[in-house]
């Protein structure tokens, strides 16, 4: 197959041209269309032609817009094939079910997959934190639940050679095991709240989100910024900008005595200005804004029996954070 005419970056890899990422040698695809060349990762192609078939639209090559061609809508396929795993589900009454997925597929939504399949008319999921998953008598929550199932370490994930889809579908065995209530239970959803927390934000899954007690939502927030404010040592402005852009992105709520342990952590090289707009940031968070009228301190953060953040705060710190897009941040306005 020759690769005359693809495009190539200054190191001579070829790019992909619709992602225009370096292609692996062993998934370069050519596609001659009219006296030019496209050169794809076939990889590429084929999460094109799988979202297209689930849509129930004909696979189109998106440069030309034309459909592919007979034999490279094959060689798609038979690529498609090599990727492909069975996962076979075993519960404790003894049944069995399985289905097939794509090694691209993280372990969160595989699991997510297996609980349907285990309940498939139950739409209650706050059950999910019932079960743990075993793979090779392991527990899934060994495991970051984000990670593409190829990019575990699980046997029979990697990604075969195209050649190998001939050998069949590899199959991963997943032991679904209930736990009884007691302090294993609460052993097993102090690690998994926080794993399916975070798999649900990195996805907006936020019918996931409302499933995790809020109680437990405030803890992992509140977590976060404490190691933010415990391992900074940077300039003070810089804190200030990774701590919008952390409340930002975890629409973060804490509570006030929180709030008030998170302040006493602040550096104590802040200037009284720059510690005004943090704690200003930090009590905005609270979601029992009442106990906040008891101090004194807190009164000056304090407007309509709960802090506001006001215009005049607002550009201050718009005026001192610069390139952050304010308010794009605060479209997580609380909302109490």
């Given at each position: 197959?020759?690769?005359?005419?693809?495009?190539?970056?200054?190191?001579?890899?070829?790019?992909?041209?619709?992602?225009?990422?370096?292609?692996?040698?062993?998934?370069?695809?050519?596609?001659?269309?009219?006296?030019?060349?496209?050169?794809?990762?076939?990889?590429?192609?084929?999460?094109?032609?799988?979202?297209?078939?689930?849509?129930?639209?004909?696979?189109?090559?998106?440069?030309?817009?034309?459909?592919?061609?007979?034999?490279?809508?094959?060689?798609?396929?038979?690529?498609?094939?090599?990727?492909?795993?069975?996962?076979?589900?075993?519960?404790?009454?003894?049944?069995?079910?399985?289905?097939?997925?794509?090694?691209?597929?993280?372990?969160?939504?595989?699991?997510?997959?297996?609980?349907?399949?285990?309940?498939?008319?139950?739409?209650?999921?706050?059950?999910?934190?019932?079960?743990?998953?075993?793979?090779?008598?392991?527990?899934?929550?060994?495991?970051?639940?984000?990670?593409?199932l190829r990019e575990s370490n699980i046997p029979g994930s990697q990604t075969l050679h195209a050649e190998?889809?001939?050998?069949?579908?590899?199959?991963?065995?997943?032991?679904?095991?209930?736990?009884?209530?007691?302090?294993?239970?609460?052993?097993?959803?102090?690690?998994?709240?926080?794993?399916?927390?975070?798999?649900?934000?990195?996805?907006?899954?936020?019918?996931?989100?409302?499933?995790?007690?809020?109680?437990?939502?405030?803890?992992?927030?509140?977590?976060?910024?404490?190691?933010?404010?415990?391992?900074?040592?940077?300039?003070?402005?810089?804190?200030?900008?990774?701590?919008?852009?952390?409340?930002?992105?975890?629409?973060?709520?804490?509570?006030?005595?929180?709030?008030?342990?998170?302040?006493?952590?602040?550096?104590?090289?802040?200037?009284?200005?720059?510690?005004?707009?943090?704690?200003?940031?930090?009590?905005?968070?609270?979601?029992?804004?009442?106990?906040?009228?008891?101090?004194?301190?807190?009164?000056?953060?304090?407007?309509?029996?709960?802090?506001?953040?006001?215009?005049?705060?607002?550009?201050?710190?718009?005026?001192?954070?610069?390139?952050?897009?304010?308010?794009?941040?605060?479209?997580?306005?609380?909302?109490?």
């Open positions: 197959m020759s690769t005359e005419g693809c495009q190539h970056d200054e190191n001579d890899n070829i790019i992909d041209s619709i992602t225009q990422d370096i292609i692996p040698p062993n998934r370069i695809i050519v596609i001659p269309s009219k006296g030019t060349v496209n050169c794809f990762d076939i990889e590429t192609l084929y999460k094109l032609v799988r979202d297209s078939t689930a849509t129930g639209r004909q696979p189109i090559n998106p440069i030309t817009q034309t459909p592919f061609p007979p034999d490279i809508l094959n060689k798609i396929r038979n690529y498609g094939d090599t990727l492909k795993r069975r996962i076979i589900i075993r519960t404790p009454d003894g049944r069995r079910y399985e289905f097939t997925v794509d090694v691209d597929l993280t372990i969160g939504d595989i699991i997510l997959e297996i609980f349907r399949h285990r309940f498939p008319n139950f739409q209650n999921f706050d059950t999910l934190f019932d079960y743990d998953f075993l793979i090779n008598a392991k527990s899934i929550y060994t495991m970051d639940l984000l990670t593409p190998a889809g001939a050998l069949g579908i590899q199959e991963i065995p997943i032991d679904v095991v209930y736990v009884f209530q007691g302090p294993r239970i609460r052993d097993l959803r102090k690690i998994a709240y926080p794993k399916w927390y975070q798999f649900a934000k990195a996805k907006g899954l936020d019918w996931l989100i409302d499933t995790i007690p809020e109680d437990v939502r405030q803890d992992i927030n509140y977590r976060q910024i404490a190691d933010l404010l415990y391992n900074y040592s940077g300039p003070a402005i810089d804190l200030l900008t990774i701590l919008l852009k952390t409340i930002a992105n975890n629409h973060t709520k804490i509570t006030s005595r929180q709030a008030r342990t998170l302040i006493g952590m602040l550096p104590f090289n802040l200037d009284p200005r720059m510690f005004n707009l943090i704690s200003h940031v930090l009590y905005s968070r609270v979601i029992d804004k009442y106990n906040l009228t008891r101090g004194l301190i807190e009164r000056e953060y304090t407007y309509n029996e709960g802090l506001e953040l006001t215009p005049e705060i607002e550009v201050e710190i718009m005026q001192n954070v610069p390139g952050v897009d304010w308010y794009s941040l605060y479209e997580i306005q609380p909302e109490f």
